[in-house]
């Protein structure tokens, strides 16, 4: 019977960062005696803030005594967390159009992102800025909005170049281009580049003056330190009625392997169903979230009000100044080695072309093999990131200065 999602058929066979572990695990395998210092996936080293541990302590305690045992909790997420978001993350820092029912908490930003296909028309035109974190691509060509693979190009989705001749930022899609659902993530996955004010606007007045929805992947915002950049879409005024915006906690907290994060899906949207009809994109993503996913946690949601206490702040400052230390030890060492860099200064992840130059996948071997570093290639983000390679901040101070160390050697 052919029951199985042709579209499956159509995707490259593994997800990017599986296959740049398999590589490492085969590579260990291999030389049992080296130590392979892990900078490709974006995973953290620290533990979690104590003020964390201590509220899941707190609230697992509730969960073994009847009178204070949650079940099911509400599918959008509990009042106290969703409160807090809007609180501290929005009206503290000068955003009044963004509340507590905008928001909707999640068990992070990647199944949001893949997820937030359900409430879009079938036939509409992603446009996706290159290179990109692969959920964008993948979770479209899942839904069947992918095309034909042709080149390194989906003919179904509209690629929107980030090149280092323009700092990474990429042109809004040209007159006659279809971008129906943009995807903008700042600062970038996987380039370290930031978007300006002045920017950011353009694509928000883009979106309104074209019927375009935004999805702004705003995960690293809390590793912006210039002032001035923007570190939410609903800065600009008029955002809330043509962009939803994705958040997590994972990069700032520890809470990776914790996963909780929120997507903020505005009540005052404004798009229609393919019959004109006016579609309330919040109701409908309440109404997906409920018939598909019975909410996070309590304990987790316990865990993640915690990060807005004054301890939880401070945790978040201290979690954010030590990565990016590492990430500017990495970009200051790729600098001095004649590479080509980008990111490292507002971002977490350091984007760079090696002066020995080669297409990604060799890059990453010979990285490996050469300094027992593990990377992930450009490639894996789009045609764009060929001959390009990325290294995380995210690994310890000690270890960060160890991969210095190695990638001084020739
Ligand atoms: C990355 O390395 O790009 C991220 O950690 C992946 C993710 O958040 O899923």
Redesign the pocket.
């Known amino acids: 019977m052919y029951i199985a999602n042709q579209n499956f058929a159509r995707l490259p066979e593994s997800y990017l ?1 599986s296959e740049v572990a398999r590589k490492i695990k085969e590579y260990k395998a291999a030389s049992p005696h080296v130590d392979v210092i892990r900078m ?4 953290v080293s620290l533990p979690l803030p104590a003020c964390v541990v201590e509220a899941m302590v707190k609230a697992a305690q509730e969960m073994g005594r009847s009178a204070t045992f949650h079940g099911y909790g509400p599918e959008q997420g509990y009042p106290f967390l969703r409160e807090a978001v809007a609180e501290y993350d929005y009206r503290a820092r000068g955003i009044d159009c963004i509340e507590a029912d905008d928001i909707f908490i999640s068990d ?3 199944s949001d992102l893949a997820n937030l296909g359900d409430i879009f028309g079938q036939n509409l035109r992603p446009a996706v800025v290159t290179p990109a ?1 692969p ?1 964008y691509i993948d979770s479209n060509v899942l839904s069947g909005r992918g095309g034909t693979l042709q080149n390194g190009r989906w003919s179904g989705i509209t690629y929107l170049p980030a090149t280092p001749q323009h700092d990474f930022a990429p042109s809004l899609p040209a007159e006659g281009v279809s971008a129906d659902v943009i995807y903008l993530c700042y600062p970038n ?2 380039t370290g580049a930031v978007i300006t004010m002045e920017r950011l606007r353009q694509w928000v007045e883009y979106a309104r003056s074209h019927g375009a929805l935004i999805i702004f992947d705003s ?1 690293y915002e809390a590793y912006i330190s210039t002032p001035g950049i923007p570190h939410s879409i609903y800065e600009v005024e008029g955002a809330d009625e043509v962009a939803i915006e994705v958040r ?1 906690f ?2 700032t907290a520890g809470f ?1 392997g914790v996963r909780c994060g929120y997507t903020v899906v505005p009540r005052r949207l404004k798009f229609t169903f393919v019959d004109g009809t006016a579609a309330n994109l919040n109701r409908m993503w309440s109404r997906r979230q409920c018939t598909k996913f019975n909410g996070v946690g309590y304990v987790v949601q316990r865990a993640a009000e915690a990060l807005y206490t004054p301890e939880g702040r401070e945790a978040i400052r201290e979690n954010v100044g030590y990565y990016m230390r590492n990430a500017a030890m990495l970009r200051t060492t790729l600098l001095a080695t004649g590479a080509e860099v980008s990111g490292g200064l507002d971002a977490p ?1 350091v984007w760079f072309r090696p002066a020995e130059e080669g297409d990604s996948w060799t890059l990453f071997e010979r990285m490996l093999h050469r300094h027992s570093i593990s990377s ?1 290639p450009g490639v894996g983000f789009g045609r764009e990131g060929e001959g390009w390679l ?1 290294l ?1 901040g995210f690994n310890t101070e000690q270890l960060t200065i160890q991969a210095c160390d190695r990638l001084r050697q020739p």
Do not use: C, L, M, Q
Request: no cysteine; aromatic share 14%; glycine share 10%.
């Open positions: 960062f490709d996936i974006g995973d992070g930003a990647k974190y959920v996955n996987p995960a997590s994972s990069k990776t992840y992930t990325r995380t």
